[in-house]
């Protein structure tokens, strides 16, 4: 079974209030006073701004999606993740935003690359986002990021 998640992160009310103009969003709550918006198709469809894709190197970051990201970081820091794995293999990418602008990455792990000392990519994005790992396990798992398989189950 494989893992796929596309998303944006960010603390609980920050992301629900941000959310609330984007048609079809929906938020599911994550540990540690954060949560995410699952990156649908139907939300990939009422953000991008048919303009040529970023030159941020995700899979399925909307066009136009990084100037609403800065846009919400003007009220807190807001990651925007992608993870895609199947039978142990697979990529993470994540950037932070925060006061109007990327402050993290865009970080990519590529299929066959270990991570570094620092950790994945998402887990270095949830740390700028203040998260704290518990003692035995990753940022990543611990808000929780283990407990669906695909971004639509953060919905279902």
């Avoid at 596309?6 to 603390?11: E, L, S, T, V």
């Avoid at 293999?89 to 620092?118: D, M, N, T």
Wanted: zero cysteines; charged letters at 20%; glycine letters at 14%.
């Amino acid at each position: 079974m494989g893992y796929v998640l596309r998303a944006a992160i960010a603390g609980h009310e920050l992301l629900r209030a941000a959310s609330r103009d984007v048609p079809g969003a929906g938020v599911a709550p994550l540990r540690q006073g954060l949560s995410l918006m699952p990156m649908t198709d139907e939300v990939f469809d009422t953000v991008t701004d048919g303009s040529p894709a970023g030159s941020l190197g995700f899979w399925r970051l909307p066009a136009g999606f990084e100037e609403l990201l800065a846009r919400w970081s003007a009220a807190g820091p807001v990651a925007y993740v992608e993870a895609e794995y199947f039978g142990g293999v697979g990529e993470q990418h994540a950037a932070v935003w925060a006061h109007g602008g990327v402050v993290l990455g865009p970080l990519h792990v590529e299929e066959g690359q270990a991570f570094g000392s620092a950790g994945s990519p998402i887990s270095q994005a949830l740390r700028r986002l203040g998260v704290v790992a518990d003692a035995a396990t990753d940022e990543f798992a611990t808000v929780g990021l283990d407990r669906h398989r695909s971004s639509e189950g953060w919905i279902a």
